[in-house]
């Protein structure tokens, strides 16, 4: 895969194994990413839906990336979300996992995901990507949950990132795509707004809503943890990408079935 080269498919929104201290379990990191890896065209950790991310400490979510990247071994890109409560954290910890990557020598592709609403609001964000990006060479990628917005303590004007600020970010280079939860509406006016960016991706962060109107870049799957190879399969069909001799009527049929199933 060419370098930076966002996948299309299936993405396993990682769960993180917790051990009884509450630090990273590393055999049973091992042991899930041994299951999703033959099945996956991405994995997310630290997600705030199933990776802890938004309870781990910076310390746990280093370890998080040194342990997974050391078993995955570049096969298949990482993203890992770095959004904290603050700019300055959120700085911090993207500066300490850059250096993890660099003293470990990690040549695979990682992409950084960031709910910026978190803790910045729309005003002065393509400014602050400006920054942002040029602390490192690897790629960003936005997320966009109005459901977690809404969870935060603080009461912020909007809980999504604003049409005409998306179609701002999509100038910077490095910012290469977007995993959206939230309505058909507001995805079709985000996909108008980046039509200069046809590289720029959109991932469904919603399966239910994959299911019936797929995205054409693939899904940010929790189930895909309990079934990464159903979860493969449904992507690959939902996208029209099945393998030859998975195409044959009876066969797509009960992938279907496999859809309502999950």
Not at 206 to 215: M, N, Y
């Given at each position: 895969?060419?370098?930076?080269?966002?996948?299309?498919?299936?993405?396993?929104?990682?769960?993180?194994p917790l051990?009884?201290?509450?630090?990273?379990?590393?055999?049973?990191?091992?042991?899930?990413?041994?299951?999703?890896?033959?099945?996956?065209?991405?994995?997310?950790?630290?997600?705030?839906?199933?990776?802890?991310?938004?309870?781990?400490g910076l310390q746990f979510k280093v370890e998080l990336l040194e342990k997974a990247s050391a078993f995955v071994q570049g096969k298949v890109p990482l993203f890992f979300w770095i959004s904290e409560d603050s700019i300055e954290a959120t700085?911090?910890?993207?500066?300490?996992?850059?250096?993890?990557?660099?003293?470990?020598?990690?040549?695979g592709m990682v992409f950084w995901l960031d709910s910026p609403l978190v803790y910045h609001s729309n005003r002065g964000l393509y400014r602050y990507y400006q920054d942002l990006t040029a602390m490192t060479g690897r790629p960003f990628?936005?997320?966009?949950?109005?459901g977690l917005i809404k969870l935060l303590e603080k009461q912020l004007k909007r809980s999504n990132i604003r049409t005409n600020i998306l179609k701002d970010l999509s100038r910077i280079e490095k910012i290469?795509?977007?995993?959206?939860?939230?309505?058909?509406t507001r995805v079709n006016n985000y996909q108008k707004a980046l039509n200069k960016r046809p590289d720029f991706k959109i991932y469904d962060g919603?399966?239910?809503?994959?299911?019936?109107?797929?995205?054409m870049s693939g899904i940010v799957s929790m189930g895909a943890n309990?079934?990464?190879?159903?979860?493969?399969?449904?992507?690959?069909?939902?996208?029209?990408?099945l393998e030859e001799g998975e195409r044959k009527p009876g066969y797509v049929s009960q992938i279907w079935e496999m859809g309502q199933f999950l």
């Open positions: 895969m060419e370098a930076n080269k966002l996948p299309r498919g299936l993405i396993v929104d990682l769960i993180t051990d009884d201290t509450g630090g990273i379990d590393r055999e049973g990191l091992g042991a899930l990413l041994a299951k999703v890896l033959p099945h996956a065209d991405g994995i997310l950790l630290a997600g705030p839906q199933m990776g802890e991310g938004r309870g781990l700085k911090e910890l993207l500066d300490h996992l850059k250096g993890i990557l660099e003293s470990t020598g990690y040549s990628v936005l997320y966009n949950d109005a290469m795509a977007l995993v959206f939860r939230g309505s058909l919603d399966e239910a809503r994959f299911l019936e109107h797929p995205s309990l079934a990464p190879r159903i979860w493969s399969t449904v992507t690959r069909a939902s996208l029209g990408v």
